[in-house]
């Protein structure tokens, strides 16, 4: 937006990056003043700072650092949520077999819920912050993952969950930022209670 410092701190960083943008990610650099994205992509902050692989927005979440930025728009070069449905979720968690493919932070999301979609470039950046620790992914509790959604009780959109050792723990802070969603995925999730998951009704 205009009459705006910290807008120009992050122009003037981005001038300093754009080589380095455009020769190791082969990408553009645009800038959009007084834009409807911002309301989209992180309506709580101006200026946002996007990276958008294949179509998919990755809202950067860091201090204004030149090195940090290329750092972590290199390292997440593909998107990093994975998409889960019915059919692949219980053979990608392991929900209630042991968890032998890590623990899950999973958003259940649908097609037609705006808020949901104002959350997909912030659930990039929980991704990109949580990959080395565990599995972040999205399910549309409407469609390909109405199964799963009943099976976990989940009735409303955006819902959050952790799957971490055969439990399941719902995250219900009222806070949709980063941070928050990070630290309760390595730490407050202690402070949620812990549920069985349910065996798929085709295992009972």
């Known amino acids: 937006k205009k009459d705006c410092e910290q807008c120009d701190n992050y122009e003037n960083e981005l001038i300093h990056l754009r080589e380095d943008l ?5 990408a553009w650099v645009v800038k959009a003043v007084n834009s409807q ?3 989209l992509y ?4 101006e200026p946002a700072l996007v990276f958008f692989r294949h179509g998919i927005p990755l809202l950067y979440d860091g201090p204004l650092n030149d090195e940090l930025i290329l750092h972590t728009f290199i390292e997440n070069k593909e998107p990093v949520v994975r ?10 968690t392991q929900a209630s ?6 623990d899950w932070f999973i958003m259940f999301y649908s097609t037609d819920c705006v808020d949901c979609q104002r959350l ?5 950046a929980v991704g990109a912050k949580l990959k080395s620790r565990l599995n972040v992914a999205r399910i549309n509790r409407q469609t390909s993952g109405a199964v799963t959604a009943r099976r976990l009780e989940i009735r409303d959109v955006p819902t959050f969950v952790l799957l971490r050792q055969g439990k399941l723990y719902r995250y219900i802070i009222p806070k949709y930022d980063v941070g928050s969603f990070a630290a309760f995925a390595t730490d407050w999730y202690k402070n949620a209670r812990a549920e069985r998951i349910p065996v798929p009704k085709n295992q009972l």
């Open 37 to 39: 994205l911002v309301r």
């Open 83 to 92: 998409e889960l449905s019915d059919d692949n979720f219980e053979h990608l």
């Open 22 to 26: 455009v020769d190791s990610l082969n």
């Open 120 to 124: 997909q470039a912030r659930w990039e």
């Open 42 to 45: 992180n309506p709580s902050k």
């Open 97 to 102: 077999s042991g968890a032998t493919t890590g």
